[in-house]
């Protein structure tokens, strides 16, 4: 079976490298904008989706400052992207050097697809503009 941790750390270490973006490879209970974290999605499993291979389900939610800003939301719309240096798409579907995915702790991986954008209520009342990536991860299985 697939280490789930180390999935998540693989996802949350991807996201790293956007600029400007906090990644957390778990739900924070007050997370500081602009932040994404990373939880499983429902199903969170499924077992045998193929010859030995399962398939596990993430949520990577972005949540940035300021839902009404045109600034925020451009800046949404760039994460949102198929391609281009804040793609989440782009930076989480890339290889690492060694052609390997994640760190080597899944087989493949692809953003299938994004939803919830809108405004998020954040810890102490404050408001955040986000939205969700559905992120289907697969993993042979012995």
């Known amino acids: ?21 906090q990644a957390s490879a778990y739900r924070l209970a007050n997370p500081t904008p602009p932040i994404c974290h990373i939880y499983p999605a429902e199903p969170a499993v499924e077992y045998d989706q193929g010859i030995r291979t399962d398939r596990h389900v993430f949520i990577a939610e972005v949540l940035l400052q300021n839902p009404s800003d045109r600034g925020s939301q451009r800046k949404l719309d760039e994460y949102i992207g198929r391609g281009g240096v804040r793609s989440i798409k782009s ?14 702790a899944c087989d493949d991986l692809v953003v299938q697809s994004v939803g919830g954008y809108g405004e998020y209520s954040i810890a102490g ?12 991860v697969f993993v042979t299985t012995s």
């Open 1 to 21: 079976m697939a280490d789930v941790a180390a999935i998540r750390t693989g996802l949350a270490a991807q996201l790293a490298g956007i600029t400007g973006l």
């Open 91 to 104: 930076n989480l579907e890339t290889r690492d050097a060694d052609g390997g995915i994640l760190g080597g």
């Open 125 to 136: 009342g404050a408001s955040s503009l986000g939205a969700r990536f559905r992120i289907e």
